[in-house]
């Protein structure tokens, strides 16, 4: 199994920038690719960007694409998305996902297998 724990949600203002963290523990050898998806009330999970662990691969939704960075620290099983210049429309609870599957596509959530237990971020106009 694995076990994600995803952190550093918060309140910021439109414009400004926050950094997610998702920690991973358990047989991480079985994850090909982490992603990032937010899901706001009465919406469906959107998917955010994706890394590939193979090679560290990124894919971004080309609505924060230019603005959003997943990066990661293989030493800490720690992975990370840098978010600025967030907007209003923005505001989610986000969620880090383990994907199992040796291929994509990666933009569903029925690819992910775990989760974190999400984190919120609220930014206002």
């Known amino acids: 199994q694995v076990q994600l724990v995803d952190s550093g949600g918060g309140l910021v203002q439109a414009g400004g920038s926050l950094r997610l963290s998702c920690a991973a523990s358990?047989?991480?050898?079985?994850?090909?690719?982490m992603g990032w998806f937010r899901q706001a009330p009465g919406k469906e999970r959107e998917f955010v960007s994706a890394?590939?662990?193979?090679?560290?691969?990124?894919d971004y939704a080309d609505s924060v694409k230019g603005r959003f960075t997943f990066s990661r620290d293989k030493a800490k099983n720690t992975l990370y998305l840098q978010m600025s210049n967030l907007k209003p429309e923005e505001t989610a609870v986000y969620y880090c996902?383990?994907?199992?599957?040796?291929?994509?596509?990666?933009?569903?959530?029925?690819?992910?297998?775990?989760w974190g237990q999400g984190t919120q971020v609220t930014v206002s106009s």
């Open positions: 890394i590939r662990l193979s090679d560290g691969s990124t």
């Open positions: 996902g383990a994907s199992f599957y040796a291929t994509g596509p990666y933009r569903s959530a029925a690819r992910f297998g775990s």
């Open positions: 358990g047989r991480t050898f079985s994850i090909y690719t």
